[in-house]
């Protein structure tokens, strides 16, 4: 058996006006306090642990920790968990806190991947986001990354801010490809409830783009990028043959993985479950108890079908339908034949894919799929 892990680091320079992750602004005392707790349930996991994958330090933002916190996080890794000798080994990095010394540490470590939120190369745009970097300071740190021996670097883009042109997204996505990044993921803004920015929507002060332009920014975004040889292969992800996040792809298939960390969920024999995303409690339960589940859940035969659909139809390779029992592919066969006349679905020997057209309405088309089975 194999799988992932995932570390989540929660703190960030600031907190982005958009963002609704389980990050908080960087306390030094509570960030030292935090990483002891993570070191900790780091061991406490990893009893009956598969084979590990993949490694994923995210966040947050986990380049904001000195670099012997990441070290001391990656040594106990390797020190309870058997990972494969290939494994990709990513952490998620904000411009404006890398460095030359950081990085160069970080391959030390044996980090092979870094995935890069860059987000937007247009310094009005990044400001409105209540990002703390400049596009500058993105070419600056791409241009470490490879210089520290990166060979697999990811970039993060937005696109669908409030006031956002066709042409400025055009312009973020060439900024990205002059880069030469192994990899770009592009997504939507989306509005959270509670977040300053849904604030400034409601009271009427933005309006998000119609979606015409959002439709024309998803489809020129894919034009672009496969134009500059980078193969989609996911709803809002782009890559170079053979540089697929391998992480992703396994959530995406549902394979197993173990989160660590506040908020951090983890899937195991066929058991959802997540920590507190509160980041002192989660040190308190971890100080004096073995885990800090807060929730957790079994995913039944149903459960796991809605599962394969909502988490398969976002690759563009689809879903195999042949590995499914006979009479639950012919279940989603039927639920899908409105879709595949309004042409949002399609099918390719016995895959069931979403089309392009598909893709820009997935949510819609997805629920549609799962309440065609119900
Ligand atoms: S850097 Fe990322 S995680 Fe941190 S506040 Fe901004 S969007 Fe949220």
Same mark, same amino acid.
């Given at each position: ?6 570390? *989540? ?19 030094? $005392? ?5 990483? *002891? ?31 012997? $916190?990441?070290?001391?996080?990656? $040594? ?14 990513? =952490? ?86 002059? +880069? ?8 939507? /803004? ?44 996911? =709803? ?10 391998? *992480?992703? =792809? ?14 951090? *969920? ?29 929730? $957790? ?13 909502? +988490? ?41 894919? /979403? ?20």
């Amino acid at each position: 058996m194999t799988g992932s892990l995932y570390i *989540h680091i929660p703190f960030c320079l600031s907190k982005c006006n958009y963002c609704d992750f389980n990050s908080i602004p960087f306390k030094q $005392q509570l960030a030292d306090r935090y990483i *002891h707790a993570l070191i900790t349930e780091i061991k406490n996991q990893s009893k009956d642990a598969p084979l590990i994958n993949t490694v994923y330090i995210g966040g947050g933002t986990p380049t904001i920790l000195d670099p012997s $916190q990441i070290q001391k996080i990656i $040594q106990k890794i390797r020190q309870n968990y058997n990972i494969s000798d290939d494994a990709e080994i990513s =952490i998620e990095a904000n411009p404006g806190t890398l460095d030359r010394t950081k990085l160069e540490s970080f391959i030390i470590s044996g980090i092979n991947r870094i995935s890069i939120g860059a987000q937007s190369f247009i310094d009005d745009e990044l400001a409105f986001m209540g990002r703390r970097h400049t596009a500058l300071i993105i070419d600056i740190s791409v241009s470490y990354a490879r210089e520290a021996g990166f060979t697999n670097i990811s970039l993060d883009l937005i696109y669908g801010l409030p006031k956002q042109k066709v042409q400025q997204w055009k312009d973020n996505i060439a900024k990205a490809i002059l +880069l030469k990044p192994d990899h770009i993921s592009t997504y939507e /803004l989306t509005v959270e409830n509670g977040t300053p920015l849904a604030h400034d929507i409601i009271n009427g002060k933005y309006t998000m783009p119609d979606e015409d332009d959002i439709s024309e920014m998803y489809y020129c975004g894919i034009d672009a990028l496969s134009a500059a040889g980078y193969i989609q292969y996911e =709803i809002s992800n782009f890559a170079k043959p053979g540089y697929e996040c391998r *992480h992703n =792809i396994n959530y995406w298939n549902r394979g197993e993985y173990i989160g660590v960390g506040s908020g951090a *969920h983890s899937f195991c024999s066929g058991v959802r479950r997540s920590n507190t995303r509160d980041i002192k409690k989660y040190c308190e339960l971890i100080e004096t108890s073995s885990d800090a589940y807060e929730d $957790q859940e079994i995913i039944d035969e149903k459960g796991a079908l809605k599962e394969i659909i909502f +988490l398969g139809l976002r690759k563009c390779e689809g879903i195999d339908l042949s590995v499914l029992p006979n009479e639950v592919s012919e279940k989603i066969k039927k639920a899908a034949s409105d879709l595949v006349r309004s042409s949002l679905v399609c099918f390719e020997d016995e895959r069931m894919k /979403l089309t392009q057209k598909g893709f820009i309405l997935s949510s819609e088309v997805i629920v549609r799929v799962l309440s065609g089975i119900e």
